[in-house]
């Protein structure tokens, strides 16, 4: 048996050399970015989202602490902070998985069939149980404003109103009038 620092070491190279971009936060390989995209069929098809993985002392044995960095509208995960609430990874995790599995298996499982009994974000939990098409359309909504693969580059939040505007956003702006503007 290996031990949990090589087991690290060899899980972070086979996701690396797998289809994902990752990101290194520091020197040590124990905490990093996973860039991941919505799955298909999903009205998350076409996010990209910028997930924090950490791993902990114990892992394989102890699962990895996953979290989205730019938003989501999901109801198993938290709208403000990005915590995923996922049983899989948080209470049923196995050393038998590995970091692949979080980004092919169980995010994408996530996204397919949110669970809105158990939620983290309850407006969204009670809105998927009330109107299923207004629901998706909130899910599409924030897919365009924080999901796009330019926003995973800077934090959502990090993303205010009163920074100035680059070139091509000022552009796009110059299209979108405000309804009842005043003339001069």
């Known amino acids: 048996m290996s031990s949990p620092s090589k087991r690290r070491e060899m899980d972070l190279m086979k996701l690396m050399m797998s289809d994902y ?3 290194m936060i520091n ?4 905490e990093f970015y996973v860039e991941f995209n919505g799955p298909k069929d999903s009205p998350y098809h076409g996010g990209v989202w910028k997930i924090r993985v950490e791993l902990p002392d114990a892992y394989p044995y102890k699962s990895p602490s996953i979290g989205f960095i730019n938003k989501i ?6 709208e403000m902070s990005g915590s995923v609430c996922l049983d899989v990874i948080n209470q049923t995790w196995s050393p038998m998985f590995d970091l692949v599995n979080v980004f092919e298996v169980f995010l994408p499982q996530l996204l397919l069939y ?4 158990d939620p983290l974000n309850g407006e969204a939990a009670a ?5 299923r098409a207004a629901y998706d359309q ?10 796009k693969p330019e926003d995973i580059g800077a934090k959502a939040e990090d993303k205010s109103s009163d920074e100035e505007l680059s070139e091509d956003e000022y552009a796009a702006s110059d299209d979108e009038e405000i309804a009842g503007k005043a003339d001069p």
């Open 27 to 30: 020197d040590g390989m124990q």
């Open 114 to 117: 949110p669970n809105p009994s």
């Open 138 to 147: 909130r899910v599409k909504e924030y897919c365009e404003k924080y999901a």
């Open 127 to 131: 809105l998927m149980m009330r109107d």
């Open 73 to 78: 509208y999901h109801p198993n995960v938290d």
């Open 21 to 23: 971009k990752v990101e």
